[in-house]
């Protein structure tokens, strides 16, 4: 039998007692006769807290020193998950991101992973140890700790998948596996058996928290079978593969929602050619993701461009337009910090004209507002108020023809 990775988020090693759970199922696997790789997140909200308290000391904590606060949460899950399999008579080693060789562009706070110098997890393997790697963190290859990104535990433990050819990669979370929508905003979401590489891609991109999009780009680029599932149960969870529309046979096959979403508009942009490019230059520069665009002409010398941003990304991004005002030339700026984004995806919407349509009229039926929309071939978003996203989810999740008859409860 060849090698399997497991992760197990937060809350899946929020205890001790939740812990040894993990270590039971490990040892099932172990005595099986699989090689064993584990990663793990940081114990509960462990993260947040520690962000909290880095924000009570600092204004705007410097990127450094974030990463070396955080990666200490997952070091305190690899240390304790390994006890508890030593006790159980288990060989078992942990080790941090640096330590299983992982390497990471020199970026705070969201470095991509370069390359994995499996080595030495190999060697402890082929010892018949059960290997335990701390989640969302590496090094770069100028000695720094890095991290991934919130959510990276997932990506970490795809790569490993990826590097090591392994069976299959198993992410364990709170749910029982990937859902129509987020179960705990949409009651009537239903678990998918199988979701495509594509398509979950879309939803993670668009904030269906399960899965860290980059887990998702790795695991389709290297072919790596992903499957999600709840460590409370030991029920079949979702598998992520190649191509699987078949699902639910349906047009939209998700829905996805994102609540920190903010919108900036800078007024008064001089027409002329290069204008676009040295504005959102300027603001990639200082590190700040930009979503939907819009330009709108108001007379022929100076345009209003609005975009979306994150709502974690506005302050810096307000901070930069008006450190750059003079050289950009516009006239000033206005943001509002209470938006959200609400997705309809599905692979079927290609062939099938009309979808972003229905979706405008089931929301304007709910006396629903949209602000901005953003198209592809397998998705449509819509920006709206926050305080209607719960009601968005709903609607479209039935008008759609997602919900399952009755309401269940999931875990
Ligand atoms: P972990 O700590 O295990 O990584 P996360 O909180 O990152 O867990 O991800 C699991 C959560 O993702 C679930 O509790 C659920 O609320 C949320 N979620 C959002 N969209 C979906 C979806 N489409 N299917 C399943 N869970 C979803
Ligand atoms: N502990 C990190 C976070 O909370 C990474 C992870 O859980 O994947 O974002
Ligand atoms: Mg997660």
Not at 167 to 173: F, P, W
Not at 379 to 385: A, E, G, L, Q
Request: with cysteine; aromatic share 4%.
């Amino acid at each position: 039998m060849g090698i399997v990775v497991q992760k197990y988020g937060g809350t899946s090693v929020g205890t001790a007692d939740r812990i040894h759970k993990v270590a039971e199922r490990i040892i099932r696997y172990k005595n099986e006769g699989h090689q064993m790789i584990v990663v793990v997140s940081a114990m509960g909200k462990s993260t947040d807290v520690l962000v909290d308290l880095a924000k009570e000391l600092h204004t705007n904590p410097p990127a450094r020193e974030m990463d070396m606060l955080l990666a200490t949460g997952e070091q305190v899950t690899i240390a304790l998950l390994s006890m508890a399999l030593q006790n159980r008579g288990y060989e078992a080693v942990s080790m941090t991101g640096w330590q299983a060789g992982i390497t990471t562009e020199p970026i705070h706070g969201r470095a991509r992973i370069h390359q994995i110098d499996n080595d030495r997890i190999k060697q402890e393997l082929e010892q018949g140890r059960i290997v335990i790697v701390a989640g969302f963190q590496g090094a770069s290859n100028t000695g720094e700790i890095t991290t991934l990104g919130r959510g990276g535990s997932d990506t970490t433990a795809v790569a490993l998948a990826a590097s090591l050819q392994a069976e299959c990669c198993e992410i364990y979370t709170d749910v029982s596996g990937v859902f129509t929508a987020d179960p705990r905003i949409a009651p009537c979401a239903q678990k998918l058996d199988r979701i495509s590489y594509d398509e979950m891609l879309e939803l993670a991109t668009l904030g269906a928290g399960v899965l860290h999009p980059r887990s998702v780009e790795t695991a389709k680029k290297y072919q790596v079978k992903l499957i999600v599932r709840s460590s409370f149960t030991d029920e079949e969870g979702t598998i992520v593969e190649e191509e699987s529309n078949m699902e639910t046979g349906k047009v939209v096959s998700g829905i996805a929602h994102d609540t920190s979403v903010a919108s900036i508009t800078v007024i008064g942009m001089p027409v002329k050619v290069g204008m676009l490019s040295n504005l959102f230059k300027t603001l990639a520069i200082s590190g700040i993701n930009v979503d939907i665009i819009i330009q709108s002409t108001y007379h022929d010398k100076a345009n209003n461009i609005s975009f979306t941003t994150s709502t974690e990304d506005l302050p810096r991004a307000i901070q930069t337009l008006h450190a750059y005002q003079e050289d950009l030339g516009f006239e000033s700026v206005e943001y509002e910090d209470d938006l959200a984004k609400v997705s309809i995806v599905g692979a079927g919407m290609i062939t099938n004209p009309g979808v972003a349509a229905d979706m405008f009229s089931h929301l304007s039926e709910q006396n629903i507002l949209i602000r901005m929309v953003s198209t592809s071939d397998i998705k449509v978003s819509c920006v709206i108020p926050r305080d209607q996203i719960s009601l968005a989810v709903s609607t479209l999740h039935r008008s759609f023809g997602l919900d399952v008859q009755e309401a269940v409860v999931h875990g």
